[in-house]
């Protein structure tokens, strides 16, 4: 490269980074996955007995294909649960075989490019090595967005925020056409759940905040970003059951071999709690952040509503 | 001609690896594969690795001082200012000075001293292995991050992920004041002297230079060949070749073969000097105003910057319960902090190594004698559970090789929960951060109000990694800190909960 073409690129990169996407712009982008959701006959299905990838594959094409999601020409970005330095079996994080197969099938579908990130809680260059994600994402096609660095995240607005109005989101998401929201379903000593709501505060910078301005409530405020996710896929291979999220042994991991997917964030939630109900208590009343999100109008507890489709392989 | 090319190929090769070595925060290099920290003088001395002591020793006394020309980084690194102030001052040249024997020795003196009267501190300021670990550390390490941060912001917006920003934060105003004045001094004396710094403080190049002066190969004139043009001595960096005189001090000679390159006649060789009994060399005489008025100074600034700033011990006040650290937190594998000030030179490679950023150099949490020796830290991150890198890449002994199940029961702190800060407690809201961090659950949540939970403490088990200390929201006082272990402990394997196995066969819903 010539000196001047490296100046020049500088300076374009400088002149690029000073724009910032406006709200107006994010909206845009929020009413094309609406749009995507409405047109589904299934609302939610649940899948039990399969291998990760396998479970899926059954469940898209349930809910009419990837192709409904993802469009032709789109960024996409998967964002799977990488919050700790631990391997798939001790079920920390998501499921990487399950992540490479969501890259897959959105490539499959015509995306331009799938971004995989999360905010880790311990070392993200551990973390994102010892979950097999990285590796399993990059074989898959998709690219790994470090998100270790505020400069890595843009402020957003939540107007319909109750406790959290304001929040800086990573710039993954924000840069997306759509995304996919892959968590893990794990006990949380907090939180009491951590499933699809909860994985949002990976894509947040500060999550101090949350935990100093009541938690659920934030967790809650969170999930009104005005993008949300147009697939939320549960991964419940692995279960985590006791002294999550980080968990100490395999004794806190309960082989469930399930899965569960859906456009409405509270009804997957909802179902999701319900299953891990089975392993180990957990009252759903307990866990407060679904019934917030409820109050916001984000989905529906009652999953008699819906059209459910469980599926026992 | 083909010694000197020899010894600048493997001068070269050293000080680049050791310097990336330090600077590399990305972990590029399997830092606790390359020993070239592990063969260093004293931290070999202090690791008690005889072997390697004594293969440094038997080294100087076969071929002399070739330590210091082709393995200690801060001897390259004068060399390569004295080459960078060639670029400036065409016409250079060194002239023969006598040696300050009295300086040399009475420095050694000084260190070993205060090294037995456990004031490792002045050990550590002198030592050159670490005083260079710290300028490399503290001064340029910040500027490749910084250069890295540029890349990675050209890269990324192009969507290319190779290059990824990283943190720069200040490590420790003391250290890093000790590294500029290092830098500073070192530097000069190098850009305008040559290696003044080997022949005069430097604690190594004392005891190595006893050695070398009876070598079995070393440097000498021969009279018949010379015509006292005085070419040598004018290239010799250590100034020890006095060509009136025709004799070289081969205690101050750091074998860089600058004198057998430039040399027409022929006429200074490097052989084998064992045959005969030769002449001792060198004057002793003259320990000049100005050397004296340097060493004062140096001493004089370790103690400015002893006092220049002067709070260090983890204390937060504010409107919550502030808390104080009454021990500090050595690192894993350091056994006790008793056994780190007697082992750490403050090189701070471990600092540099530590992928959750917690290591830094402490101020006066050991008191002055254990200034800048490696105290954990929680403002940027906790020790990961499952990470020994620090005590694999310790080249004095300071930190023990880990295991990882000796590092699991390994107790280097114990967990304080101060109720009152807990915002469980004051906004009766859900928190359990640090029970999430927890690697072991010696903070787990237990009921409190309605479906609240609130911490509880298990200190048998408790590591003292800081994750819970590192993520409390409380502000400005955190309501979990970790109190140091001034001798680490033991710590307790954690019982699994019972594993019962669930069958089920139905969603639940």
């Given at each position: 490269m010539k000196r001047r073409d490296f100046l020049k690129a500088a300076a374009i990169t400088g002149l690029a980074t000073t724009f910032k996407l406006t709200e107006g712009m994010d909206l845009m982008a929020q009413k094309s996955a609406k749009t995507a959701i409405k047109a589904g006959g299934t609302d939610l299905v649940a899948v039990m007995g399969g291998e990760p990838a396998q479970m899926f594959r059954k469940a898209i094409t349930e809910l009419g294909g990837m192709g409904k999601y993802v469009k032709k020409g789109q960024k996409v970005c998967v964002k799977p649960n990488i919050g700790w330095d631990k391997t798939p079996e001790m079920a920390g994080n998501t499921n990487p075989e399950l992540v490479a197969e969501i890259v897959r099938q959105?490539?499959?579908?015509?995306?331009?490019?799938?971004?995989?990130?999360?905010?880790?809680?311990?070392?993200?260059?551990?973390?994102?090595?010892?979950?097999?994600?990285?590796?399993?994402?990059?074989?898959?096609?998709?690219?790994?967005?470090?998100?270790?660095?505020?400069?890595?995240?843009?402020?957003?607005?939540?107007?319909?925020?109750?406790?959290?109005?304001?929040?800086?989101?990573?710039?993954?998401?924000?840069?997306?056409?759509?995304?996919?929201?892959?968590?893990?379903?794990?006990?949380?000593?907090?939180?009491?759940?951590?499933?699809?709501?909860?994985?949002?505060?990976?894509?947040?910078?500060?999550?101090?905040?949350f935990h100093r301005n009541d938690l659920q409530q934030c967790i809650a405020d969170i999930c009104t970003l005005n993008k949300p996710a147009v697939l939320h896929v549960v991964d419940a291979y692995r279960v985590m059951k006791t002294n999550g999220p980080r968990g100490r042994s395999l004794s806190d991991v309960a082989n469930a071999k399930a899965m569960f997917v859906s456009a409405d964030i509270v009804a997957v939630d909802t179902a999701a709690t319900k299953f891990f109900d089975q392993l180990e208590t957990m009252p759903l009343e307990s866990v407060k952040h679904i019934a917030l999100a409820q109050d916001h109008k984000l989905g529906t507890m009652d999953l008699s509503k819906l059209k459910v489709k469980k599926i026992q392989l | 001609m083909i010694l000197k090319r020899i010894r600048l190929v493997f001068g070269i090769l050293s000080l680049l690896l050791l310097t990336f070595l330090f600077i590399d925060f990305a972990g590029l290099l399997p830092a606790g594969k390359i020993p070239l920290a592990d063969i260093q003088f004293v931290p070999a001395l202090l690791a008690h690795s005889f072997g390697i002591v004594g293969a440094l020793l038997l080294l100087t006394l076969l071929f002399g001082r070739m330590y210091c020309s082709i393995l200690c980084p801060m001897g390259l690194f004068q060399d390569l200012t004295s080459r960078f102030a060639k670029i400036f001052k065409k016409r250079r040249k060194y002239t023969f000075s006598p040696e300050k024997r009295w300086l040399r020795y009475g420095t050694l003196l000084a260190v070993v001293g205060t090294y037995f009267a456990g004031w490792s501190v002045i050990l550590s300021l002198l030592e050159p292995y670490s005083a260079f670990g710290r300028m490399v550390t503290h001064l340029l390490r910040p500027i490749y991050m910084a250069g890295n941060n540029l890349l990675a912001g050209v890269f990324n917006h192009f969507g290319n992920y190779t290059f990824y920003h990283t943190e720069i934060f200040l490590l420790g105003t003391s250290s890093l004041v000790v590294a500029l004045l290092t830098f500073l001094i070192i530097g000069y004396l190098a850009w305008k002297y040559g290696r003044t710094f080997c022949n005069t403080l430097c604690p190594v190049g004392t005891v190595l230079g006893f050695v070398s002066r009876a070598s079995m190969f070393r440097f000498k004139v021969h009279e018949e060949s010379c015509n006292n043009c005085g070419l040598c001595a004018r290239a010799c960096k250590s100034s020890c070749i006095d060509s009136k005189q025709e004799t070289v001090d081969n205690s101050r000679c750091v074998t860089c073969f600058n004198c057998t390159t430039v040399c027409t006649k022929k006429a200074i060789k490097y052989e084998f000097s064992w045959k005969k009994s030769s002449p001792s060399t060198g004057s002793s005489e003259a320990n000049s105003v100005?050397?004296?008025?340097?060493?004062?100074?140096?001493?004089?600034?370790?103690?400015?910057?002893?006092?220049?700033?002067?709070?260090?011990?983890?204390?937060?006040?504010?409107?919550?319960?502030?808390?104080?650290?009454?021990?500090?937190?050595?690192?894993?594998?350091?056994?006790s902090a008793e056994h780190l000030n007697t082992h750490c030179t403050a090189c701070h490679l471990c600092v540099t190594q530590c992928p959750s950023k917690i290591l830094k150099p402490s101020f006066l949490e050991y008191g002055v004698e254990g200034m800048m020796q490696p105290v954990m830290d929680?403002?940027?991150?906790?020790?990961?559970?499952?990470?020994?890198?620090?005590?694999?890449?310790?080249?004095?002994?300071?930190?023990?090789?880990?295991?990882?199940?000796?590092?699991?029961?390994?107790?280097?702190?114990?967990?304080?929960?101060?109720?009152?800060?807990c915002v469980v407690y004051t906004d009766e809201t859900f928190c359990g951060a640090c029970s999430e961090h927890c690697p072991t659950q010696a903070v787990s949540m237990v009921p409190y109000k309605g479906d609240l939970t609130i911490p509880q403490l298990n200190t048998a088990i408790c590591v003292g990694c800081g994750g819970c200390e590192y993520v409390c929201p409380a502000k400005p006082a955190k309501a979990i800190y970790v109190e140091g272990n001034p001798v680490h402990r033991k710590a307790q394997q954690f019982v699994d909960t019972n594993k019962k196995e669930v069958k089920i066969d139905s969603f639940g819903f």
């Open positions: 959105c490539l499959a579908a015509g995306a331009s490019e799938v971004v995989v990130f999360d905010h880790s809680c311990d070392d993200w260059r551990k973390s994102y090595k010892n979950s097999g994600i990285e590796e399993a994402a990059k074989t898959a096609g998709a690219k790994l967005m470090p998100a270790n660095e505020v400069t890595y995240y843009r402020d957003i607005t939540l107007p319909k925020g109750i406790k959290l109005k304001t929040a800086k989101v990573h710039q993954a998401i924000l840069d997306s056409d759509v995304w996919i929201n892959v968590p893990i379903l794990k006990n949380h000593e907090g939180a009491l759940m951590t499933i699809s709501m909860k994985n949002h505060m990976g894509i947040v910078w500060d999550r101090g905040f | 100005a050397s004296r008025r340097r060493f004062l100074t140096t001493l004089g600034v370790t103690f400015l910057a002893a006092g220049s700033h002067a709070w260090a011990k983890g204390m937060h006040l504010g409107t919550n319960k502030p808390w104080t650290r009454k021990s500090p937190l050595s690192p894993p594998g350091s056994l929680f403002s940027h991150g906790f020790c990961n559970y499952d990470c020994t890198l620090c005590t694999e890449v310790c080249p004095n002994g300071a930190l023990h090789k880990l295991t990882m199940d000796e590092k699991h029961a390994t107790q280097m702190g114990i967990v304080k929960f101060i109720k009152t800060n």
